[in-house]
C-alpha cells in the first residue's frame, strides 16, 4: 500500500538564533500530544547552518527533525571558503537537506551544480528535499511543464530510489507572494510530476510529493483538496511555532 505519511517542512532561510529552539519546542510539545494524528505525518525543520550542530543534539530522538538549507558540491573538507559540505552537515547529526531552493538558483546554481550537490548529499546518506519551480515569466508563457521536465531530467539520475528525495514543487512566483496556484491547477501538475519522475527515473519507489510557496494557516483548507499532495515546504509561517502548528491542526480540521 503507498505510504500516505505527510510532510510538514519549515524553511527558516537566513532566519534564527540559539534562542530559536524554543519555537522547536512548542512545535516538538504539539505534536507529542496530538495523538489523533500525529502518527500521519511527519515535521522537519530547517535552521541556518549555524544552529544544526545544536539543534540536532537538542532534538534528537524527538518527534521533530532537522534539515539543512544547502550545501557546497564536492568534497569532505577543502579549500572552499565559507561552504560547507554534506559530509560536514551530516557529522552534526542532521539527516535531511533543501537543495535546489529557487532562492539559490537566482543566486546562480544551475541545475549542473544542484545535480552534484544531490549526488554528494546521497552519497553522505542525507534525504534530499529537492526544490522545483517555473518562475512568472514562464508560467505567462505556458513553460512551466517543460521547466519542470527540464529541472528533473538535469539533475536526478536514472536508478535513484525515491526513499531518500522528497520533491517540492515551488513556482517560484508563489514564494513569499500570498500568491498560489488554484487546487485544479496544481493537481494536475502534481499528477503530472508522479507519472513523469516514475517513468523516467524508473523507481519502483513512488515519489513523494510536496507543495511549497506561501502556505498558511488560510490557503492551507484549498490546499489540503489535493489529496495527492505529500506535504507542504513552508517558508515564511514557520518562523513562529502558533503559525505552523496552526497549518497542521488546519490540515487536519
Ligand atoms: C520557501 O521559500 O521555500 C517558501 C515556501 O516560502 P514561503 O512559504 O514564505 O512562500
Do not use: C, L
Given at each position: 500500500m503507498a505510504d500516505r505519511t505527510k510532510y510538514f517542512i519549515g524553511n527558516w532561510k537566513m532566519f534564527g538564533l540559539s534562542g530559536s529552539y524554543k519555537i522547536l519546542e512548542r512545535i516538538n510539545s504539539f505534536i507529542q500530544r496530538d495523538k489523533k494524528n500525529n502518527k500521519k505525518y511527519k515535521v522537519i525543520i530547517a535552521p541556518p547552518f549555524t544552529l544544526l550542530d545544536s539543534f540536532s543534539k537538542r532534538f534528537k530522538g524527538k518527534k521533530i527533525k532537522i534539515a539543512a538549507q544547502n550545501c557546497y558540491?564536492?568534497?569532505?573538507?577543502?579549500?572552499?571558503?565559507?561552504s560547507i559540505s554534506p559530509f560536514m552537515i551530516k557529522k552534526t547529526g542532521v539527516n535531511f537537506i533543501i537543495l535546489g531552493h529557487s532562492e539559490n538558483r537566482a543566486l546562480g546554481e544551475d541545475d549542473k551544480v544542484i545535480k552534484l550537490k544531490v549526488s554528494l548529499a546521497i552519497k553522505n546518506k542525507l534525504n534530499v528535499i529537492f526544490c522545483i519551480g517555473e518562475n512568472k515569466k514562464e508560467k505567462k508563457n505556458k513553460q512551466t511543464l517543460p521547466v519542470l521536465k527540464r529541472q528533473i531530467l538535469s539533475v536526478l539520475k536514472k536508478g535513484y530510489k525515491f526513499n531518500n528525495i522528497i520533491i517540492a514543487y515551488e513556482p517560484v512566483w508563489s514564494i513569499g507572494s500570498g500568491r498560489v496556484p488554484s487546487p485544479v491547477e496544481l493537481k494536475k501538475i502534481v499528477i503530472f510530476l508522479k507519472k513523469f519522475v516514475n517513468k523516467k527515473i524508473k523507481s519502483k519507489i513512488q515519489p513523494k510529493l510536496l507543495y511549497g510557496g506561501s502556505v498558511d494557516k488560510k490557503i492551507i483548507y484549498n490546499l489540503k483538496?489535493?489529496?495527492e499532495l505529500d506535504g507542504f515546504l513552508i517558508g515564511g509561517a514557520s518562523k513562529s511555532s502558533k503559525n505552523f502548528i496552526d497549518i497542521i491542526k488546519n490540515f487536519y480540521k
Open positions: 558540491e564536492k568534497d569532505n573538507f577543502g579549500a572552499h571558503t565559507g483538496s489535493v489529496r
